[in-house]
């Protein structure tokens, strides 16, 4: 070592330990230690990728990296602080870090004080010194006078010197670096080798991402009869189909080329586990073979890789035989048809290719898998795969807690006999059941054998296993990414075993395991009763390279054995989590299911003829559990399949409610168990609903030992039902759906169904939707003005000015939410209504009408023509109609108004045709119209509402109606129709009417109030403005030019002199202030009003009334705010009132029925 390089070292240490103190911290010393020894003797970089030096992270030491992508520790320091002395418990500290690591050779444990250099050996996962002196004894000692111990310790640390980790060339590289760190998970440690992988693996799906990204537009602009073109037009538009069952809509040729990512990296993983198990001999995907390839092949890293499928596949086929997501992949044979310009395209992309699989091949070269097993793997997976992509990849996500509870409710079990039960998914997805259906088969035979692990069993038992495997559990998937995930799921589970049986037997290779790549639904040669030949057409688009594309051919056969499984094989269990995508969203395919399931009616839902198909599939004694939205208890797309399935003997229906009980992608999820060892005919279903979250709560209902809810529980119920009464619940004329409920709930509940005697079905006119503009932000907006003039100043939603509008063109409009019980709360929004109504006939305003009767709002239409044209219309002559003309004409008679989403009954009489409300989907409302015999005046409409809003019919239409997060429930037509009514003779509706007129006017005058102290400039109009807000300021601070309203707020702030200062903040350091707390508040509100920037002299200059005018201004504001409490007691207090002459009048309820009514409600 040069005497120069020596020096350098010297004067590191003296300056090292001229900083540092005794009582310094660690922190510090490790600072100074890595800016002078690391940095400036040993060269090492503070630039990621150059071989840099890492400190920064308080819960690691000193890393050094080299340069590779990504780069890798080389050189693990342990510091501490210079008054700790160093001992064996951190020596073994040091080791258990660069076990760690695996990739470093060398660790340094130092003080700063005592300064020790250990090298690393890998195999045997320990570390031995090599050097170790006393730093302040260099320190101390000139450097001409370091003894030839201190030199020779000195130039030991030459070998940490960044020239010796940095520019290592290719062959290099993979003789060097190969197997260095162990691939290990040990849960809740730090463990940087696993990071290091997982980083890893990340940065290599992006790449590869990327340059396949590139493949797939090269390919698109390729001429019509170029192969690589033809056969991607033939799998991408397949890929897109399957694509829709996700209901994902994003970036699909970004989602496309990312699943091919995936699997070309999932299979050089496999193929390196394989090679560090010693399953397979080396490959030519890491040391000495790569770096053979490297000095001998044009392309290595593909050749390699390509090489590799071929030698993999004679252990397990399935996963490297090609296939669709091989698209990208040309063989010899077929570029002898490209010409000299498509050749050079295909040699770039190839290079381009080649050389971002060496950047990964590299990162999985120093890697060792010896170590993996199949809950590392499942670690890796999770991890590297996030549940989020892996939902967006289309992978229905189940939860292992709920995994467990459909298996164990279906006695798949271990000792339950399972050597021979055959199991079927019919939507695997990711295989999240099957995964779990194998690590129980597996239990189950390691038990069987009486060992204690995997690793304990004999080979030709190891054999058995798998063999069972691979015949016992079956899966289909229309994704062939998400089976392809599945085999790599199962793989990763019995590598293990595989690994097991090659100890005796190396050449033994797999048959494969039943994961297959299909439409589960589509129906079978066989079931086309014609004979037609439509069945083998499907696939025409690949049928035309399946004579000289194995993948095409591949791909063909896979479908035909899944009707071969279909028609021939029964299954002792059917579990699922079936897609949940409507089939107005699926294109092409509802004819097909319709015809071939009896379940597939109206606009169902996939998961309905899933169903179907499982009942299909099950065995005489066989068992399914599905978990599916909770739509199939109340949907009127699902009654034929809850026909079906109540002629199935039903164990179990759970509904989760609205309540994320776990983490699932199911929205409102249910599960539904069939066993058919039961008898249908005399069954009872065990039943249980979810009201809130409680962890773990589906181990501890499996493990209860009777079906009841435990005393001390009230997050969730559990009762029994008779399916007869399921069968009954789904032929109800008013409503075919199931209602599972306690028996107690059952009994009132039925009461109430024979004691009303009619319907709203029957009382009712019509039970219509809002309106629907297709156009709101034209039709809908504000009066900026005062409302009662001829003209006022409209401003639509959509504009930031207002226009002039005829008033009499205009309707009060709600959105829904502004619906109440017994009132409404306007919030200012009108509608521009361009029709005429008269004698229950709504007519469009013709042109010639709006120009004469209306001509500002012809000038406004004129200016929206663009926008309104822009829409698709029945009669585009008439261009400024709604969107849709439904129930226009239906907004001003009488009628009764809801909200068609809530979380309790709000009805409201609109006798005087003053409002109109929106509709569409969950948003808006819906209307009612009674009969004139049961409502012949505006009066009797009060009756009605009072039933409507009373406790009685909410707990009745929280028993039908469908549920949505944060307990809001569906006020539709087909849930508001059932409702049960006696009708006003049979009452007392003198009684019910007095006080509900009484709740009416007390809401109406509350709803007046709220209104007036919505915006304190309702109160202006009766003072005069002789004064300004300067005026009414103590002092101010305002020096910018304008304000935001976001950070406006009051403060209160206490003087030094006891005298409180009231005031308005603008935003830090900015205030107005004032001498009063009224005076303050009216500005404060005043302000917010204007919901706009303000400007300085704007705020300053703002015309207000004088100081005692505002005293009183705010006297009556308050005085308003205080009368509002009070209605709104005096309302429930007559509600409460109400509520117990129709209890017991009305439906004759007795107090235990009563007291049932009200339990139920306080938790729904």
Same mark, same amino acid.
């Given at each position: 070592?040069?005497?120069?390089?020596?020096?350098?070292?010297?004067?590191?240490?003296?300056?090292?330990?001229?900083?540092?103190?005794?009582?310094?911290?660690?922190?510090?010393?490790?600072?100074?230690?890595?800016?002078?020894?690391?940095?400036?003797?040993?060269?090492?970089?503070?630039?990621?990728?150059?071989?840099?030096?890492?400190?920064?992270?308080?819960?690691?030491?000193?890393?050094?990296?080299?340069?590779?992508?990504?780069?890798?520790?080389?050189?693990?320091?342990?510091?501490?602080?210079?008054?700790?002395?160093?001992?064996?418990?951190?020596?073994?500290?040091?080791?258990?870090?660069?076990?760690?690591?695996?990739?470093?050779?060398?660790?340094?444990?130092?003080?700063?004080?005592?300064?020790?250099?250990?090298?690393?050996?890998?195999?045997?996962?320990?570390?031995?010194?090599?050097?170790?002196?006393?730093?302040?004894?260099?320190?101390?000692?000139?450097?001409?006078?370091?003894?030839?111990?201190?030199?020779?310790?000195?130039?030991?640390?030459?070998?940490?010197?960044?020239?010796?980790?940095?520019?290592?060339?290719?062959?290099?590289?993979?003789?060097?670096?190969?197997?260095?760190?162990?691939?290990?998970?040990?849960?809740?440690?730090?463990?940087?080798?696993?990071?290091?992988?997982?980083?890893?693996?990340?940065?290599?799906?992006?790449?590869?991402?990327?340059?396949?990204?590139?493949?797939?537009?090269?390919?698109?602009?390729?001429?019509?009869?170029?192969?690589?073109?033809?056969?991607?037009?033939?799998?991408?538009?397949?890929?897109?189909?399957?694509?829709?069952?996700?209901?994902?809509?994003?970036?699909?040729?970004?989602?496309?080329?990312?699943?091919?990512?995936?699997?070309?990296?999932?299979?050089?993983?496999?193929?390196?586990?394989?090679?560090?198990?010693?399953?397979?001999?080396?490959?030519?995907?890491?040391?000495?073979?790569?770096?053979?390839?490297?000095?001998?092949?044009?392309?290595?890293?593909?050749?390699?890789?390509?090489?590799?499928?071929?030698?993999?596949?004679?252990?397990?086929?399935?996963?490297?035989?090609?296939?669709?997501?091989?698209?990208?992949?040309?063989?010899?044979?077929?570029?002898?048809?490209?010409?000299?310009?498509?050749?050079?395209?295909?040699?770039?992309?190839?290079?381009?290719?080649?050389?971002?699989?060496?950047?990964?091949?590299?990162?999985?070269?120093?890697?060792?898998?010896?170590?993996?097993?199949?809950?590392?793997?499942?670690?890796?997976?999770?991890?590297?795969?996030?549940?989020?992509? $892996?939902? &967006?990849?289309? /992978?229905?996500? @189940?939860? +292992? *807690?709920? %995994?467990?509870?459909?298996?164990?409710? =279906? !006695?798949?079990?271990?000792?339950?006999?399972?050597?021979?039960?055959?199991?079927?998914?019919?939507?695997?997805?990711?295989?999240?059941?099957?995964?779990?259906?194998?690590?129980?088969?597996?239990?189950?035979?390691?038990?069987?054998?009486?060992?204690?692990?995997?690793? $304990?069993? &004999?080979?030709? /038992?190891?054999? @058995?296993? +798998? *063999?069972? %495997?691979?015949?016992?559990?079956?899966? =289909? !998937?229309?994704?062939?990414?998400?089976?392809?995930?599945?085999?790599?799921?199962?793989?990763?589970?019995?590598?293990?075993?595989?690994?097991?049986?090659?100890?005796?037997?190396?050449?033994?290779?797999?048959?494969?395991?039943?994961?297959?790549?299909?439409?589960?639904?589509?129906?079978?040669?066989? /079931?086309?009763?014609?004979?037609?030949?439509?069945?083998?057409?499907?696939?025409?688009?690949?049928?035309?390279?399946?004579?000289?594309?194995?993948?095409?051919?591949?791909?063909?056969?896979?479908?035909?054995?899944?009707?071969?499984?279909?028609?021939?094989?029964?299954?002792?269990?059917?579990?699922?989590?079936?897609?949940?995508?409507?089939?107005?969203?699926?294109?092409?395919?509802?004819?097909?299911?319709?015809?071939?399931?009896?379940?597939?009616?109206?606009?169902?839902?996939?998961?309905?003829?899933?169903?179907?198909?499982?009942?299909?599939?099950?065995?005489?004694?066989?068992?399914?559990?599905?978990?599916?939205?909770?739509?199939?208890?109340?949907?009127?797309?699902?009654?034929?399949?809850?026909?079906?399935?109540?002629?199935?003997?039903?164990?179990?229906?759970?509904?989760?409610?609205?309540?994320?009980?776990?983490?699932?992608?199911?929205?409102?999820?249910?599960?539904?168990?069939?066993?058919?060892?039961?008898?249908?005919?005399?069954?009872?279903?065990?039943?249980?609903?979810?009201?809130?979250?409680?962890?773990?709560?589906?181990?501890?209902?499996?493990?209860?030992?009777?079906?009841?809810?435990?005393?001390?529980?009230?997050?969730?119920?559990?009762?029994?039902?008779?399916?007869?009464?399921?069968?009954?619940?789904?032929?109800?004329?008013?409503?075919?759906?199931?209602?599972?409920?306690?028996?107690?709930?059952?009994?009132?509940?039925?009461?109430?169904?024979?004691?009303?005697?009619?319907?709203?079905?029957?009382?009712?006119?019509?039970?219509?939707?809002?309106?629907?503009?297709?156009?709101?932000?034209?039709?809908?907006?504000?009066?900026?003005?005062?409302?009662?003039?001829?003209?006022?100043?409209?401003?639509?939603?959509?504009?930031?000015?207002?226009?002039?509008?005829?008033?009499?063109?205009?309707?009060?409009?709600?959105?829904?939410?502004?619906?109440?019980?017994?009132?409404?709360?306007?919030?200012?929004?009108?509608?521009?209504?361009?029709?005429?109504?008269?004698?229950?006939?709504?007519?469009?305003?013709?042109?010639?009408?709006?120009?004469?009767?209306?001509?500002?709002?012809?000038?406004?239409?004129?200016?929206?023509?663009?926008?309104?044209?822009?829409?698709?219309?029945?009669?585009?002559?008439?261009?400024?109609?709604?969107?849709?003309?439904?129930?226009?004409?239906?907004?001003?008679?009488?009628?009764?108004?809801?909200?068609?989403?809530?979380?309790?009954?709000?009805?409201?009489?609109?006798?005087?045709?003053?409002?109109?409300?929106?509709?569409?989907?969950?948003?808006?409302?819906?209307?009612?119209?009674?009969?004139?015999?049961?409502?012949?005046?505006?009066?009797?409409?009060?009756?009605?509402?009072?039933?409507?809003?009373?406790?009685?019919?909410?707990?009745?239409?929280?028993?039908?109606?469908?549920?949505?997060?944060?307990?809001?429930?569906?006020?539709?037509?087909?849930?508001?129709?059932?409702?049960?009514?006696?009708?006003?003779?049979?009452?007392?509706?003198?009684?019910?009417?007095?006080?509900?007129?009484?709740?009416?006017?007390?809401?109406?005058?509350?709803?007046?109030?709220?209104?007036?102290?919505?915006?304190?400039?309702?109160?202006?109009?009766?003072?005069?403005?002789?004064?300004?807000?300067?005026?009414?300021?103590?002092?101010?601070?305002?020096?910018?030019?304008?304000?935001?309203?976001?950070?406006?707020?009051?403060?209160?702030?206490?003087?030094?002199?006891?005298?409180?200062?009231?005031?308005?903040?603008?935003?830090?350091?900015?205030?107005?202030?004032?001498?009063?707390?009224?005076?303050?508040?009216?500005?404060?509100?005043?302000?917010?009003?204007?919901?706009?920037?303000?400007?300085?002299?704007?705020?300053?200059?703002?015309?207000?009334?004088?100081?005692?005018?505002?005293?009183?201004?705010?006297?009556?504001?308050?005085?308003?705010?205080?009368?509002?409490?009070?209605?709104?007691?005096?309302?429930?207090?007559?509600?409460?009132?109400?509520?117990?002459?129709?209890?017991?009048?009305?439906?004759?309820?007795?107090?235990?029925?009563?007291?049932?009514?009200?339990?139920?409600?306080?938790?729904?």
């Amino acid at each position: 070592m040069s005497d120069t390089s020596l020096r350098s070292l010297h004067d590191a240490f003296v300056t090292v330990s001229d900083e540092i103190r005794q009582e310094g911290s660690e922190f510090d010393f490790r600072f100074s230690l890595v800016d002078h020894l690391f940095t400036n003797a040993l060269d090492w970089s503070r630039t990621v990728g150059e071989g840099h030096v890492n400190f920064e992270d308080e819960r690691k030491d000193v890393l050094c990296y080299d340069d590779s992508d990504p780069p890798f520790p080389v050189i693990v320091c342990e510091t501490k602080r210079p008054s700790h002395n160093l001992g064996l418990d951190d020596v073994e500290q040091l080791e258990t870090y660069m076990n760690g690591v695996g990739s470093a050779d060398y660790g340094i444990l130092t003080n700063g004080h005592e300064f020790r250099l250990y090298d690393y050996d890998g195999d045997d996962r320990a570390v031995s010194v090599i050097d170790d002196f006393e730093v302040d004894a260099v320190a101390d000692t000139d450097f001409e006078d370091l003894s030839d111990d201190q030199r020779r310790a000195l130039s030991e640390l030459e070998s940490l010197h960044r020239s010796r980790f940095v520019d290592l060339g290719d062959a290099e590289y993979f003789r060097e670096t190969y197997q260095e760190v162990p691939v290990q998970y040990q849960p809740g440690t730090d463990d940087e080798g696993y990071e290091l992988f997982l980083d890893a693996v990340k940065d290599s799906l992006d790449v590869l991402t990327d340059v396949l990204k590139e493949f797939f537009e090269d390919y698109r602009d390729r001429p019509e009869d170029s192969y690589p073109r033809s056969f991607l037009d033939s799998t991408f538009p397949d890929w897109k189909d399957w694509r829709e069952y996700t209901g994902q809509s994003g970036n699909a040729k970004e989602a496309f080329c990312r699943e091919t990512a995936y699997i070309i990296l999932n299979r050089a993983l496999f193929a390196r586990i394989a090679e560090d198990k010693e399953i397979v001999g080396h490959t030519r995907l890491s040391s000495r073979g790569m770096a053979d390839a490297l000095d001998r092949d044009e392309s290595p890293y593909l050749d390699a890789l390509m090489d590799t499928y071929d030698d993999i596949d004679d252990h397990y086929p399935d996963l490297y035989e090609l296939g669709i997501f091989d698209w990208w992949w040309v063989s010899r044979d077929k570029r002898t048809s490209f010409d000299s310009d498509e050749k050079k395209r295909q040699e770039d992309l190839e290079d381009d290719l080649n050389h971002t699989l060496g950047t990964v091949l590299k990162r999985l070269n120093r890697f060792d898998f010896e170590y993996v097993n199949r809950d590392i793997l499942g670690h890796v997976y999770e991890d590297y795969l996030p549940k989020q992509e $892996r939902k &967006e990849l289309g /992978e229905y996500y @189940t939860p +292992l *807690e709920v %995994v467990q509870f459909m298996l164990d409710s =279906v !006695d798949y079990r271990p000792g339950e006999g399972l050597g021979d039960k055959q199991v079927l998914d019919p939507a695997c997805g990711s295989g999240t059941f099957l995964t779990e259906v194998t690590e129980r088969l597996i239990k189950h035979y390691v038990d069987k054998f009486g060992r204690t692990s995997v690793h $304990r069993l &004999e080979p030709d /038992e190891a054999r @058995t296993i +798998l *063999e069972r %495997v691979e015949e016992n559990v079956y899966g =289909v !998937d229309i994704n062939p990414f998400a089976a392809h995930i599945t085999q790599i799921n199962l793989l990763f589970r019995t590598i293990d075993l595989y690994d097991k049986v090659t100890e005796q037997n190396p050449g033994y290779t797999m048959d494969g395991f039943e994961i297959h790549v299909a439409d589960t639904l589509s129906p079978t040669l066989l /079931e086309k009763q014609d004979g037609s030949t439509e069945h083998e057409g499907q696939q025409s688009a690949l049928h035309q390279f399946e004579e000289y594309n194995g993948r095409a051919k591949s791909f063909i056969e896979d479908r035909n054995e899944v009707d071969r499984i279909k028609d021939e094989e029964e299954f002792d269990v059917v579990v699922a989590n079936p897609p949940y995508v409507r089939i107005q969203n699926l294109s092409g395919m509802k004819d097909e299911y319709s015809k071939r399931y009896a379940s597939a009616i109206k606009n169902f839902d996939i998961y309905v003829p899933f169903i179907e198909r499982g009942l299909e599939w099950l065995s005489e004694d066989g068992k399914l559990t599905y978990i599916c939205p909770n739509r199939l208890f109340t949907n009127d797309y699902a009654q034929k399949i809850r026909e079906q399935l109540t002629e199935e003997p039903i164990a179990q229906l759970l509904d989760f409610k609205d309540t994320e009980v776990f983490d699932a992608a199911t929205p409102y999820p249910c599960i539904v168990s069939v066993d058919r060892e039961q008898d249908p005919d005399d069954n009872t279903v065990q039943c249980a609903r979810f009201a809130d979250e409680r962890e773990g709560v589906l181990e501890e209902i499996y493990h209860l030992e009777q079906w009841e809810t435990p005393d001390d529980v009230t997050e969730y119920d559990l009762f029994l039902y008779p399916q007869q009464n399921l069968r009954e619940d789904n032929q109800d004329d008013y409503l075919a759906s199931w209602k599972p409920m306690p028996q107690d709930e059952q009994r009132v509940f039925d009461h109430l169904k024979t004691s009303a005697g009619t319907r709203i079905r029957e009382i009712s006119k019509e039970v219509f939707v809002g309106i629907q503009t297709s156009a709101n932000p034209v039709y809908l907006g504000y009066v900026e003005d005062n409302p009662d003039q001829e003209v006022v100043q409209f401003r639509a939603k959509g504009d930031d000015e207002a226009m002039p509008m005829e008033r009499d063109i205009l309707r009060r409009l709600l959105r829904g939410p502004e619906i109440d019980r017994w009132g409404v709360n306007w919030e200012g929004l009108w509608l521009i209504f361009p029709y005429e109504v008269e004698n229950g006939d709504a007519d469009m305003m013709t042109e010639e009408t709006l120009r004469e009767d209306f001509s500002h709002a012809w000038d406004f239409f004129k200016a929206h023509e663009d926008y309104l044209k822009d829409r698709s219309l029945q009669n585009e002559e008439q261009w400024w109609a709604f969107g849709r003309r439904q129930n226009v004409e239906k907004m001003e008679p009488d009628k009764i108004m809801t909200n068609i989403m809530s979380s309790y009954n709000r009805f409201v009489a609109d006798t005087a045709g003053e409002y109109y409300f929106v509709g569409g989907g969950n948003a808006g409302g819906y209307g009612i119209q009674l009969r004139d015999e049961y409502a012949p005046s505006s009066d009797d409409l009060l009756y009605y509402v009072a039933l409507l809003n009373s406790k009685v019919l909410e707990f009745f239409h929280k028993h039908i109606a469908p549920i949505f997060g944060g307990k809001y429930y569906s006020y539709n037509k087909r849930y508001l129709e059932p409702h049960p009514i006696v009708v006003s003779e049979n009452a007392p509706d003198d009684q019910i009417e007095t006080k509900a007129e009484q709740i009416t006017e007390k809401r109406k005058e509350r709803t007046d109030l709220k209104y007036q102290t919505s915006d304190v400039r309702n109160y202006l109009e009766d003072y005069d403005r002789d004064s300004t807000v300067l005026d009414l300021v103590s002092s101010t601070s305002l020096d910018d030019d304008d304000y935001r309203q976001d950070p406006i707020r009051t403060n209160d702030k206490m003087e030094v002199d006891s005298k409180m200062v009231y005031q308005v903040v603008m935003k830090r350091g900015h205030t107005l202030d004032f001498e009063r707390e009224e005076v303050r508040d009216f500005v404060f509100e005043l302000l917010k009003a204007q919901d706009k920037r303000l400007g300085r002299m704007e705020i300053l200059n703002m015309d207000v009334p004088t100081r005692d005018d505002v005293l009183a201004l705010m006297d009556e504001y308050e005085s308003d705010e205080a009368r509002i409490a009070e209605l709104e007691a005096e309302a429930e207090e007559l509600q409460v009132e109400l509520d117990d002459v129709i209890l017991h009048d009305v439906y004759d309820l007795d107090d235990e029925d009563v007291e049932v009514v009200e339990e139920f409600l306080e938790v729904w």
